[in-house]
């Protein structure tokens, strides 16, 4: 059975960092391509960031130079480092698998607010 489960997300204030994190099971983690998703209210779900299963990372314009996405295939987890937050990262955020099937998380919350 694949479970993606995200943790991590939490309420932080303007410019402060937060960390999230994604374990795969049940998937032959090293094999996928791995992303970082996130959706405000009404808003559609856009990329944050991505990591090839060949470490090749992409971001998202707004996010660039503030958030980091890394991967460690010994633990199947996809990590977000979210630096200099701003109240417009609001938002749940989502990791999504790619193999090429695809399997997403059921996100987790993160907050800017002072």
């Known amino acids: 059975q694949v479970q993606i489960v995200e943790s991590g997300g939490g309420l932080v204030q303007p410019g402060g960092s937060l960390r999230v994190s994604c374990v795969a099971s049940?998937?032959?983690?090293?094999?996928?391509?791995m992303g970082w998703y996130r959706q405000a209210p009404g808003k559609q779900r856009d990329m944050v960031a991505s990591i090839t299963k060949r470490g090749a990372t992409n971001y998202a314009d707004s996010v660039k130079g503030r958030f980091a996405i890394s991967r460690d295939n010994d633990k199947n987890t996809v990590y977000l480092q979210m630096n200099s937050l701003k109240p417009e990262d609001t938002a749940v955020y989502y990791c999504?698998?790619?193999?090429?099937?695809?399997?997403w998380g059921q996100g987790t919350q993160v907050t800017v607010s002072s």
């Open positions: 999504k698998a790619v193999s090429p099937t695809t399997y």
């Open positions: 049940g998937i032959l983690f090293r094999l996928f391509d």
